[in-house]
């Protein structure tokens, strides 16, 4: 017979709690009742019922038993012991393994006075243990990062597990004879599809699995940096690459070539994430690649993208009009393809027919019409531009202009009444003039047809929880391109730090961007046979503002570092 939670009677902290009148008697009884059944610590339960604030639950436990809080943001996680403790252990105990000196182990602990999570940590692991005092509230999202981690995972497998684990030899390793059912338990499979949840979660854009002589690494690009997340066994490689080529419909008999394929990842009934996926052959196997290709990130919506005010007004002016082309063109990895499909997702309206080709196409938007090119069999972006042409559309997304052949038939598409999107791989602006020009585009198509050019980079934001003011000399301001007024009006820059909310001090990426509109006077310049650097000169006495200059914008706004800036626009 279960005691009533009214005449239970109060540990330490709980009495602390009611005297300091942060905890009334009645909800003290309560919470100690729910944490006896739950089996969890009462300062978890504490914090999740919102019965006290998590910090003044550690200011109230440090008085009542002498230890100082440790803050777990000034903690360096990569330096965390891993693997020491039980999984189980540490979500049942709300306990986690901060750092190791010698014999003895420090954990992170909301209530230092619960002895028998250090008892039982002390079982697990042999190793004398010392609490630490932490907020609850920073200690359950460093456990769910920590347990999150691909690294502790494989290097936490068993040898047993290791054992279990059957790849067919070449003779056999057909890929319609490998059952989905016979892997879906082993700890490969649960390996592959955590890294992929994981890279999910924290926003990357790419997963690369790469093989060595003596090691196996796992890295992330996240906001246009790669990262390394995990070091699995090296014998695990090819049972590691196998599974992927299996999800990806690949042949994994066949190691000496290049190979494509696609996953598509179910989260929820009402979203998937795709994958695109490549293989290449490298001294010591496979190299394999993942795209990952996330639909919601193409509807953030302009405002969302980093566009200043006047940049948004022209590129949406340019959206406006019935006919024409707007060119797009940065690096790979710049943010070129959530532009236009920022664009197409203003159009997508009933009363238009839109029409798309692209290589492949990364984004599926219901009411567009999409096409992957496929030069195998003969369909390129040329031989797709005549089908849609034909197909009495309103607006033309071409992936993106390779070819002479390519760029002809889009600008005679955007003179005939066709509003027409496409990408080139320029530096700026004025250079996708002059490149157009230098694929044999005649110049009066040039000047007659493109409405609009917008260079993009895309910059890591700074995070807004720890950015800290930075004291930079005016000489070295002026160097960077501020302007005297600016300099002298004082300016405010700010570099990154790092917490546990964000990845080095930074957190998101914003669109840096040259939004060049075609005007009479870059017409005439156009015809006149202008080079770049005459067409750059005419930009500037536009008031178009380069790469350089809108990214010194944002950092006088505060978004992002020069440090940044000067990474992604210093040539």
Same mark, same amino acid.
């Given at each position: 017979m279960s005691t009533p939670a009214s005449s239970l009677p109060l540990s330490g902290l709980a009495r602390r709690l009611v005297q300091d009148g942060l905890l009334n008697e009645s909800d003290a009884n309560r919470a100690m009742e729910q944490a006896r059944k739950k089996r969890v610590p009462l300062v978890a339960c504490l914090v999740d019922e919102k019965l006290v604030n998590a910090r003044d639950l550690a200011q109230a436990a440090s008085e009542e038993f002498g230890t100082p809080v440790f803050d777990l943001e000034a903690l360096d996680r990569e330096h965390l012991p891993r693997n020491l403790v039980d999984e189980k252990l540490v979500r049942q105990h709300q306990a986690l393994p901060l750092y190791r000196r010698g014999n003895r182990l420090f954990v992170g602990l909301a209530d230092p006075m619960n002895l028998t999570a250090l008892d039982e940590i002390k079982f697990n692991t042999g190793i004398a243990t010392e609490p630490v005092l932490v907020e609850q509230d920073k200690l359950t999202r460093l456990i769910e990062d920590s347990l999150n981690d691909s690294r502790s995972m494989m290097e936490g497998l068993m040898d047993e597990d290791l054992d279990d684990l059957q790849l067919k030899s070449d003779e056999d390793d057909k890929g319609p004879e490998v059952s989905e059912s016979e892997l879906d338990d082993t700890p490969v499979v649960r390996f592959v599809n955590k890294v992929m949840l994981d890279a999910i979660n924290k926003k990357a854009s790419d997963i690369h699995?790469?093989?060595?002589?003596?090691?196996? @690494?796992?890295?992330?690009?996240?906001?246009?940096?790669?990262?390394?997340?995990?070091?699995?066994? #090296?014998?695990?490689?090819?049972?590691?690459?196998?599974?992927? $080529?299996?999800?990806?419909?690949?042949?994994?008999?066949?190691?000496?070539?290049?190979?494509?394929?696609?996953?598509?990842?179910?989260? &929820?009934?009402? @979203?998937?994430?795709?994958?695109?996926?490549? !293989?290449?052959?490298?001294?010591?196997?496979?190299?394999? #690649?993942? @795209?990952?290709?996330?639909?919601? &990130?193409?509807?953030?919506?302009?405002?969302?993208?980093?566009?200043?005010?006047?940049?948004?007004?022209?590129?949406?002016?340019?959206?406006? $009009?019935?006919?024409?082309?707007?060119?797009?063109?940065?690096? !790979?990895? &710049?943010? $070129? !393809? #959530?532009s236009l499909y920022t664009g197409l997702g203003i159009l997508n309206t009933p009363d238009r027919n839109i029409s798309t080709a692209e290589d492949p196409a990364e984004i599926n938007m219901p009411g567009i019409n999409q096409v992957n090119v496929n030069t195998k069999v003969g369909l390129t972006f040329a031989s797709a531009l005549r089908a849609f042409l034909r197909q009495d559309p309103d607006v033309i997304m071409v992936g993106e202009i390779r070819d002479l052949e390519t760029a002809e038939i889009a600008i005679k598409a955007a003179q005939t009444g066709h509003l027409v999107l496409s990408t080139l791989h320029t530096n700026d602006a004025p250079?996708?003039? !002059?490149?157009?020009?230098?694929?044999?585009?005649?110049?009066?198509?040039?000047?007659?047809?493109?409405?609009?050019?917008?260079?993009?980079?895309?910059? @890591?934001?700074?995070?807004?929880?720890? $950015?800290?003011?930075e004291e930079v000399p005016k000489e070295v301001l002026l160097e960077e391109g501020f302007t005297e007024e600016e300099v002298e009006q004082g300016i405010t820059l700010y570099k990154p730090v790092g917490c546990d909310r964000c990845t080095q001090g930074y957190k998101g990426r914003v669109g840096i961007y040259q939004v060049l509109p075609v005007s009479e006077s870059m017409q005439r310049l156009i015809l006149e046979g202008g080079n770049a650097m005459q067409l750059a000169e005419q930009a500037r006495s536009e008031g178009v503002d380069d790469l350089r200059r809108a990214g010194l914008l944002k950092v006088k706004a505060g978004i992002t570092s020069l440090e940044e800036i000067n990474r992604v626009t210093k040539d």
């Open positions: 699995f790469e093989p060595y002589e003596r090691e196996f @690494r796992v890295r992330f690009r996240m906001d246009g940096v790669l990262t390394e997340v995990a070091h699995p066994p #090296v014998n695990l490689a090819p049972r590691i690459i196998a599974r992927i $080529k299996v999800l990806s419909r690949m042949d994994i008999s066949e190691r000496r070539i290049p190979q494509d394929g696609r996953i598509k990842m179910q989260l &929820s009934r009402n @979203r998937a994430i795709d994958f695109r996926v490549n !293989t290449c052959p490298t001294l010591y196997g496979e190299k394999v #690649v993942l @795209r990952i290709l996330d639909p919601t &990130s193409a509807f953030l919506g302009i405002d969302e993208l980093g566009y200043e005010p006047h940049q948004k007004e022209l590129y949406m002016n340019a959206l406006s $009009k019935p006919y024409g082309m707007i060119l797009v063109t940065g690096p !790979t990895g &710049s943010g $070129k !393809t #959530v250079q996708t003039l !002059t490149r157009l020009a230098n694929m044999g585009v005649p110049a009066y198509n040039i000047a007659s047809s493109i409405l609009l050019i917008i260079a993009q980079r895309l910059a @890591r934001r700074l995070c807004n929880h720890c $950015k800290a003011p």
